[in-house]
């Protein structure tokens, strides 16, 4: 009997857990850094950089930019947007989703199923090869440490083996029975998945586990007020970049062809927007 009590308190508080409403926050800023305003920006991941010789390290991100012709893998600068390295894809390949995991970078490409493969040897980075993938379309990569973590512009997420490319599983993202889509640009934040939604500023944080939007966190008016700001890049596009300093705690957030990378902290929303008037926003 106790063993059935307890089993059925269990069941009660797993469907209280997965039935709650994501939460809504917005965002203050804390701190900008120079970006180039021509990244076409697909992926970007924070990691620190130190030089063998000197000793000397900074704090750097891994970009992957887009468009037939203009995509790189590149290293840049946190603090300065200094384009440290730099690889060009062969122009008949659009850079998609990055991540690094390990000593290799990997990065997805637009409408097909190649990953490439990148390392730094000897203080250069190196394009070192490309295997075919399980999915058909590349989109956003992260990882959560073992796997990679992809999508294809549906609300399926795979994670995939990095050894073998083989598809481990998969976890349909959806609010409250809602799937959402276009779930571009990826970051693993203690072990949530944040996901920029495409031609939106919303990022949903989902839980890995079941794919339950746990959060919106809304970066409305960002992009605004660089375009006020900036107006001479008139070019700028949508918000496109989750980047995480898992020892500092801090997020970045930026955009393709964005003049500037943020530094942002997310918080309560000033707003006075209900969830049904997100999820028409967010969800697509």
């Known amino acids: 009997m106790a063993l059935l009590l307890l089993l059925a308190v269990c069941m009660v508080m797993c469907i209280s857990v997965s039935s709650q409403p994501p939460k809504i ?4 800023v804390i701190a900008e850094y120079p970006h180039d305003p021509q990244a076409f920006t697909q992926g970007i991941q924070f990691d620190r950089s130190c030089d063998n010789d000197s000793k000397e ?8 930019t887009g468009l037939y012709g203009q995509s790189t893998v590149r290293q840049v600068v946190v603090n300065t947007g200094e384009v440290k390295q730099s690889v060009k894809l062969d ?11 390990g000593d290799m970078l990997y990065q997805l490409t637009w409408q097909t199923g190649t990953i490439f ?5 000897g203080g250069q980075l190196k394009q070192v090869g ?26 399926d997420v795979a994670l995939i083996d990095p050894d ?41 944080v989902i839980d890995l586990a079941t794919g339950r939007v746990k959060q919106w966190v809304l970066l409305h008016g960002l992009r605004h007020g660089l375009h006020q700001r900036h107006p001479k890049h008139h070019d700028m596009d949508v918000l ?5 300093d898992a020892v500092g705690k801090r997020l970045f957030v930026t955009g393709k062809k964005w003049p500037r990378v943020f530094e942002v902290v997310p918080g309560p929303h000033p707003g006075h927007m209900t969830l049904d008037e997100v999820r028409a926003q967010c969800i697509k």
């Open 164 to 204: 073998t490319m083989k598809l481990v599983r998969k976890v349909t993202v959806k609010d409250e029975g809602r799937p959402v889509k276009w779930l571009n640009e990826l970051e693993v934040i203690d072990g949530e998945l944040w996901a920029n939604v495409w031609q939106t500023e919303c990022i949903a």
């Open 130 to 155: 490309q295997v075919a993938g399980p999915l058909r379309d590349g989109w956003g990569l992260a990882t959560d440490g073992k796997l990679l973590i992809a999508t294809d512009s549906s609300a």
């Open 25 to 28: 926050a917005g965002y203050s």
């Open 240 to 244: 496109n970049g989750i980047a995480y």
């Open 91 to 101: 122009a008949r390949w659009f850079g998609e989703g990055l991540v690094k995991l």
């Open 57 to 64: 390290c900074c704090d750097v991100f891994w970009e992957s």
């Open 117 to 121: 493969k990148f390392r730094v040897e």
